[in-house]
C-alpha cells in the first residue's frame, strides 16, 4: 500500500482527474450509402476503426457510441437524428470530410486514413478548429514564439504556430516546409496532431487544451442516443370556443406520453394517450414524446381553430318552422334547437358548446357550454352574455 501511496503523491493530478471525471458517451448514428445494394463500408471494419479513433479521445474522458441501427440510404439522406451527431458515410466521389450543423460527411474513398478522418471531423463537432485557425485554406497569423497564442491560429497555446501542413510533411513524418512568420521565425509545427493537415500515417493525438475544450463541448451538448419512435398524432380542428380532445398513440406498449405546449418546454400539461386542451380561440400547436427506455423527439399536432367553421347555416325559415317556443332535437338537423320567444334561437349539438343567435341570423353568439337561460342570455333585451363570433352566412 505504500508504494501506491507514494505513486499518487507523485501524480495527484492525475489522480483526482481519473477519480473525478466521467467519461462521456457522445452517440453517433452512422448513415450508410449504397451502391447497387452494397454498402460503401464493411460494419467490422467502421466499428475497428471507431474503437481506435476512441483510444484518440479517451484522455479527453469522452467516447463515441454507435446509436444503433444504422440507417442505409441511396445517393443522398436527408434523415437525421437529434441529440446525435450524424455521420453519413459516402462513396465520393470528391473530398474527405467536412462538417457542419451536427451533420458529418465522410467519402470512405478518400486518400486519408479512414481513421484520421473520422477522429478529425469529430474533432470539429467537439468544437475544435484545425491547429492551422478557423480556415481550412490558408495559412496561420500565430506566432512560432507563441506570442499571440490566445488570439490567433487555433487559439490553443499548447499547439504549435501551424502554417497549414498539406503537403508539407513526408513519409517519415518529418516537416519539408520552409517558411517564416511574420517575425522571421521558422514553423515548428506538430505533425502528430489530429486536427491539422499533417499526412493521415503521422497523426495520432490532440493537445490537453484541445481534450479539454472537447470534453466542456461534449458536456454542453449533452446528447443521448434515443431511437425509440416519436408518438403518432393527427392534427384536428374544432370551433373557436372549443376544447380540443387530442389523442396520441405509440409502439411501445410500456410508454407514457407527454403532452407539451412548446417543443421543448420541461413542464408536461399532462400525460397520457388523451389529452384535452383549455378552450381555444386561436390554432395552437401542441407537443407529445414518449417515455420510454429514453426520451422520444416530440411530435407536432396542430389544432386548427375555425373561427366560424362548423357552425350551422342556420337561416330565418328556421324560426318559421319551429313556432313559438319551439323545440327541434337532432332529426336531419344536426343540431337541437331551442326558439326563445320570436326574437332568439338557441343551438347546440354534436359539440361542447351552445350558441344563439338573433332571428335575423346576423350575428352568432358562442355561450358557454353550462349556459342557463335566466342568466345568460337575457329574452327581454335580446343580449346574449356569451363571445360574438362570425357567422357562416
Ligand atoms: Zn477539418
Not at 46 to 74: D, G, M, Q, S
Not at 251 to 272: E, F
Amino acid at each position: 500500500m505504500q508504494h501506491f501511496d507514494q505513486l499518487l503523491e507523485r501524480a495527484p493530478y492525475a489522480h483526482e482527474k481519473q477519480r473525478s471525471v466521467p467519461m462521456i458517451d457522445v452517440p453517433l448514428v452512422f448513415h450508410i450509402e449504397e451502391v447497387s445494394g452494397n454498402p460503401v463500408i464493411n460494419l467490422t471494419f467502421l466499428f475497428n476503426k471507431l474503437a481506435l479513433v476512441n483510444t484518440y479521445y479517451a484522455p479527453a474522458h469522452v467516447r463515441f457510441v454507435n446509436c444503433a441501427p444504422i440507417l442505409y440510404y441511396e445517393s443522398s439522406s436527408s434523415v437525421y437524428i437529434k441529440n446525435a451527431i450524424n455521420i453519413y458515410l459516402n462513396g465520393g466521389p470528391n473530398g474527405c470530410g467536412s462538417y457542419a450543423g451536427g451533420r458529418i460527411y465522410i467519402n470512405v474513398n478518400c486518400n486519408r486514413t479512414f481513421e484520421h478522418v473520422l477522429a478529425h471531423e469529430l474533432g470539429h463537432a467537439l468544437g475544435l478548429p484545425h491547429t492551422h485557425g478557423y480556415t481550412n485554406t490558408g495559412t496561420t497569423t500565430e506566432l512560432v514564439d507563441g506570442s499571440n497564442c490566445t488570439t490567433d491560429g487555433d487559439r490553443f497555446c499548447d499547439t504549435p504556430a501551424d502554417p497549414n501542413l498539406l503537403n508539407l510533411v513526408n513519409g517519415s513524418c518529418q516537416y519539408t516546409g520552409t517558411g517564416l512568420d511574420a517575425k522571421g521565425d521558422m514553423y515548428l509545427p506538430d505533425v502528430t496532431n489530429i486536427m491539422s493537415y499533417s499526412r493521415s500515417t503521422c497523426v495520432d493525438k490532440f493537445s490537453q487544451e484541445q481534450l479539454d475544450k472537447m470534453y466542456l463541448v461534449a458536456q454542453a451538448l449533452a446528447l443521448s442516443c434515443c431511437r425509440i419512435d416519436p408518438p403518432s398524432v393527427a392534427d384536428i380542428s374544432v370551433c373557436s370556443g372549443q376544447k380540443a380532445v387530442l389523442t396520441a398513440t405509440t409502439n411501445l406498449p410500456m410508454g407514457i406520453l407527454r403532452w407539451y405546449s412548446d417543443p421543448k418546454g420541461t413542464l408536461p400539461l399532462g400525460t397520457g394517450p388523451t389529452f384535452t386542451t383549455d378552450t381555444l380561440y386561436t390554432s395552437t400547436a401542441f407537443y407529445v414524446e414518449v417515455l420510454d427506455s429514453c426520451i422520444s423527439e416530440r411530435s407536432t399536432v396542430l389544432v386548427t381553430v375555425n373561427p366560424d367553421g362548423g357552425l350551422p347555416l342556420l337561416d330565418a325559415s328556421i324560426f318559421a318552422k319551429l313556432g313559438p317556443g319551439g323545440t327541434q332535437n337532432g332529426g336531419s338537423n344536426p343540431y337541437n334547437l331551442t326558439k326563445l320567444g320570436d326574437t332568439a334561437l338557441i343551438f347546440s349539438a354534436n359539440r361542447n358548446n351552445i350558441y344563439a343567435t338573433t332571428h335575423l341570423m346576423d350575428t352568432v353568439f358562442l355561450l358557454s357550454d353550462t349556459f342557463s337561460a335566466s342568466t345568460d342570455f337575457n329574452i327581454s333585451g335580446i343580449t346574449p352574455l356569451g363571445t360574438k363570433i362570425n357567422h357562416r352566412h
